[in-house]
């Protein structure tokens, strides 16, 4: 499984930043789900157990480690949509993503991006 | 395996004579004061018995773990996409996952039957049932690549019985989000601190959002302690507001939360996940650990004393006013997650088993982190059986039982067999700074007292009592909002998944219109439930947490089901007794209780037993109490009848599952085994420890593999 930034998210990434592919728990009465949520950051700031991901190209990528084990032989692109200099980062994983992996259901999905 | 050395027979014999003491010491004691430490002694005595030798014949006669196998984690590994997860760290991952709100507010609401019935269940539960379904679902799912529960059912079972696991997801998920914002709305009702406090936890989420995104990126640690300080000072603030003016802003009737809460269960699930979702998560977490550890240190601290008797007359006449119904079934529905739970199955089937080492780490991780949930359920219960049984029973039984002054509450206390004066009942409300505790049904006002109590004891004194009680109901208030805001998601996803078969572009998860108006249903589902739990005059929680106790025992039948297929299927045929006898006890306890709220001839326990006599006096143009008016009766009618159906349905799902999966089990028999999913071996090439701490051996073979320079994590 790969990571890939589109043209535009490269472009949009500022020196010593990477995209980080986070993770986010959610409860389902006594049992937790997750979901995914993606960001540019600082590599330097990241925690250390945020690891980098097979990714194109290679370093820009990091994900949390629950999340990333929730992705097992599936390609993600990431892309940026900018509004004025805000920079909004988004994954082609259909909206979800986490909670249908968490419940085994995330390989029937091929959606547009959305996330 | 090795023989036992004299000092190990020596401390395990010392730890199953603390135990026997303390179970012996519960058993015989009628009338006189107990103090909590015996639960606590009988519990980590058997916890530790089971988990020593239970555990470990399961991990090594039946399910045959071997650690010369590689796991998912490092099948996959090639140095970057996967890395086996540290044991212990995994260990944490699991036990957070599991530990919710669920484990809190059952064995509160169960206490009704009186101290011993629940404990004996949370107990003996955990070990030969709820952490054996998740020692064995995490081990199957780990030989299978970490599939999850609803795909095994589908691969092992056939597709009836996927489907039909799949329908009861759904349903589970209406019936578990009513349940749970109904608790909310009962703890919050006419509660302006209370209200204010949880009603910042939002905008405080939301600004954490916006500053994690915009204005700090990346501040993460910066973010919590802003966010965790903000939440502090609300629950502060809310004591402020309710003294203040703005108090009867904040002091909301039980439907005007219901249409909040169902306001903010559409917005939640359609608002983008860092928005609102992700900050929350950093909220709850701290809350949770915090929380939980808390309680523990209180319980230890203080050694609270049983104030409730060992059973109840509740436990055998089947007339409690917290729920109707006798010890067996409805303990067991009742107590739900704390010992056996379907949603842990979730956790086992789902993440875990895609991050873990060695597969005798299931172990320690799927059954031991079970037994700390347990030990969190029994917690609770001792929280709730240290309260005065007077107050407890005038705040759990509904408004048609007790009223709703102080003092028609202390007369039906009275009428129950117990004592407690309006004097009391109106101190009590004034320590923790509520207008009344009188029928605050749903198990969490009450979790609340009891925690506040023991925070009390520990911290703060009495003049801290309103704060800690405040604090424990934003710390369920939290979760069940994470609760609400994902399980609507999960009931959209479904439904999309579901009506887009019928009409495409409703499949399409990127077409908002689609994606809005299936919130929307889930949302009305649940709250068409919240509604009638809230305005029903026969009570809420009495009438819905048996449906939702089914419906999460059912969830833990399909679990059972597929172990015990996958058992019979692997050539495990004479091992199957490990997980058929708690799932044959699990059938029980969930189609006996299905059969009664069905077919019971009890007003008070059957749903359409219940419709026949209100319907009857309709039809006569009578109003039976504790209905008010001919609306009241029509709303009686139409919840049970809705009710009656629901628990029709479940008990209906249990049959189709278990039909479909005998039909596997007669043929495996037959043949002595079938093919399963099972990946194929890879040789493992990590050294790691079995338990939380290594073992002589296990460091010895580190070592060896270090100096070699081989693969170790």
Redesign the interface.
Known sequence: ?VIRLTGRAQEALRPGEVV?L?W??????????????V????AA???RRM????DSPPGSVFAH??G???L?NRDVTVDCRRIGR?RRFVTDL???AG???????LA??T????? | MNRLRPRTVLVWSAVSLIGAVAWTVLALSRGESVSAIWIVAAALGSYAIAYRFYSRFIADKVLRVDDSRATPAERLDNGVDFQPTDRRVLFGHHFAAIAGAGPLVGPVLAAQMGYLPGTIWIIVGVIFAGAVQDMVTLFFSMRRDGKSLGQMARDEIGPVGGAAALVAVFSIMIILLAVLALVVVNALAKSPWGTFSIAMTIPIALLMGFYLRVLRPGRVVETSVIGVGLLLASIVGGGLVAESSWADTFTLEPTTLVLWLVGYGFFASVLPVWMLLAPRDYLSTFMKIGTIAMLAVGVFATTPVLRTEAFTDFAFNGAGPVFAGSLFPFVFITIACGALSGFHALIASGTTPKMIQKESQIRLIGYGAMLCESFVAVMALIAACALDPGLYFAMNSPAGVVGSTAQSAADAVAAMGFTITPDQLTAAAAAVEEETLVSRTGGAPTLAVGMSEIFAGVLGGAGMKAFWYHFALMFEALFILTTVDAGTRVGRFMLQDTLGNLWKPLGRVSWKPGLWATSAAVVLAWGYFLYTGVTNPLGGINQLFPLFGIANQLLAAIALTVATTLLIKSGRAKWAWVTGIPLVWDVAVTMTASWQKVFSSDPRIGFFAQRDKYATSLDAGEVLAPAKNLDDMHAVVTNSTVDGVLAAFFGLLVVVVLLDAARIWVKALRVGNLPTTEAAYVSSQIVAPSGLMATAEERTARDLVDAGGGTSH
């Not at chain 1, 960001?39 to 600082?42: D, G, K, P, S, Y």
């Not at chain 1, 249908?100 to 259901?105: D, E, K, V, Y």
């Open positions: 499984m980080f986070d986010h728990v959610t409860g389902l009465c006594c049992a937790d789900a997750g979901e995914f949520s960001r540019a950051v600082q700031k990241l925690p690891q980098p991901v097979h480690p629950v990333w084990a929730h097992t805000w259909p909206t979800d909670l249908r992996a968490c419940l085994g259901r029937d999905s959606a547009p991006p959305d996330s």
